[in-house]
């Protein structure tokens, strides 16, 4: 069957058979599996096992399985739904993935569309194939992103590293990118225990060319986690784990109950049209 992959050596279409993805020119890319692939190229690989790893997987996913972002994900897949409503067979692309649980909130929300995630942890990506077994799942880059050109209708970047002019070149004239940030006061009072002087999010709408900005979706709630194992899944989650002084980590791990702000801008961009 075709694919929403192109090759990442000669960039030409890919098919998917039951084993392996294949170009014309006869490169060839096995499936896992679990029904992901492996399209990062050698060259562009930083480490033996770059992105996340098991560990840290294992601890999101049992974090976000409890629903402490379920607001976010509905969010997320309304907007799908009103973003697609006018397409036959909408094509999707959630680029950096992760263990796939918005991807798999997509899927179910737009059931008809084809659907491909790419993420740069093999780890993550054995959990999001399981998830979303009728998607394309493959260990990518996303600043190489091997997708065809001109292909996706709605693409997705959720805390992720983002290449606005990939996401240019692989959307649909009029296609859609949907961008998630955090809000000024995202985790407020976590990072009252992390900092003696915590600091709001720098927040400000930037312009990609290629794009124009259509609108910002807020999203603001509050979440209690009574688990110190929660509480430090989330830390685990964002940049604090590793920018954070060690006293600071340490009087988070000490908590068995925390209520902290939630705060998330979704913010929707339209491809501007080639003519």
């Known amino acids: 069957m075709s694919s929403l992959f192109r090759c990442p050596i000669c960039a030409a279409p890919l098919m ?35 992105g996340d790893d098991k560990q840290m997987v294992a ?3 049992a974090f976000l399985d409890k629903g402490y972002y379920v607001p976010l994900r509905n969010t997320l897949t309304d907007l799908a739904v009103e973003l697609t409503r006018d397409i036959d067979l909408p094509t999707l692309l959630d680029s950096g993935c992760g ?13 008809h ?16 194939a399981k998830k979303v077994p009728g998607g394309e799942f493959a260990v990518a880059s ?6 065809m050109d001109n292909s996706i209708h709605l693409l997705y970047n959720i805390f992720s590293p983002l290449s606005a002019e990939e996401f240019a070149r692989v ?3 009029g296609g859609y990118f949907v961008y998630v940030v955090p809000s000024e006061r995202h985790l407020w009072q ?15 709408r930037e312009d990609y060319p290629g794009f124009t900005w259509q609108q910002v979706v807020p999203l603001r709630y509050t979440v209690t986690l009574n688990d110190s194992t929660d509480i430090m899944s989330l830390v685990s989650m964002t940049p604090y784990a590793w ?24 913010h929707v961009y339209k491809k501007s049209s080639a003519d």
């Not at 569309?113 to 999001?128: P, Q, T």
């Not at 996303?142 to 997708?147: H, M």
């Not at 002084?245 to 939630?262: D, F, N």
């Open 59 to 61: 601890a999101r996913c």
């Open 243 to 266: 920018k954070t002084p060690k006293e600071g980590v340490e009087r988070l791990s000490r908590l068995s109950r925390l209520e902290t702000e939630i705060g998330f801008d979704i």
């Open 113 to 128: 569309a084809r659907l491909a995630g790419i993420d740069i942890s093999k780890f993550a990506l054995r959990r999001a």
């Open 16 to 50: 998917r058979g039951e084993r392996a993805y294949t170009c014309p020119a006869g490169h060839s890319y096995d499936l896992s599996a679990e029904g992901y692939t492996y399209l990062l190229p050698a060259n562009q690989k930083h480490s033996k096992n770059p």
């Open 99 to 111: 263990e796939g649980y918005y991807t798999a909130g997509l899927a179910e929300a737009v059931p």
């Open 190 to 204: 976590m990072k009252e225990v992390l900092y003696d002087n915590p600091y709001e999010n720098p927040v400000k």
């Open 171 to 173: 959307l649909t004239d």
């Open 142 to 147: 996303a600043y190489r992103l091997p997708v």
